[in-house]
């Protein structure tokens, strides 16, 4: 019996979460799914500059769990950019970290010191 997901603490929800082609009509096949989860891996290792382990920390999982998330992300990323797919983020099983008592809360994220704290879209 396989061991049952651990819930991932998550910065906030992507403002955008749907991108691909301009002005191209796309297919039910064409659109590529990733998770909530696995967009806040690239948000935090490629975008905030954090290392897999303080992305392991910051998401209160085991390294090993932020790789293989970093991995299919990376690829879902390669995939919709050289095939010209769309990519629909969203679903994943986590917690929005200013629900989870994490560090969003008190201030810590830069997303969340830059929006005042809250999960508001900017003024």
């Known amino acids: 019996m396989p061991r049952p997901a651990k819930w ?15 002005g191209a009509a796309v297919a039910n096949n064409e ?11 690239i948000r935090l290792i490629d975008h905030e500059g954090f290392t897999q382990e303080e992305c ?21 990323l390669a995939d ?14 986590y917690k929005l970290c200013i629900d989870a008592g994490g560090p969003c809360g008190r201030g810590m994220c830069k997303r969340h010191r830059n929006r005042g704290g809250t999960q508001n879209s900017p003024d």
């Open 8 to 22: 991932k603490n998550v910065c906030c929800l992507p403002d955008i979460s749907r991108f691909g082609p301009l």
């Open 31 to 41: 659109v590529v799914e990733m998770s909530v989860e696995e967009y806040e891996t």
């Open 56 to 76: 392991a920390e910051w998401m209160k999982v085991a390294r090993t769990t932020v790789q293989g998330m970093y991995d299919r992300a990376r690829k879902k």
């Open 80 to 93: 919709c950019l050289v095939e010209g797919r769309v990519l629909k983020i969203e679903g994943g099983k």
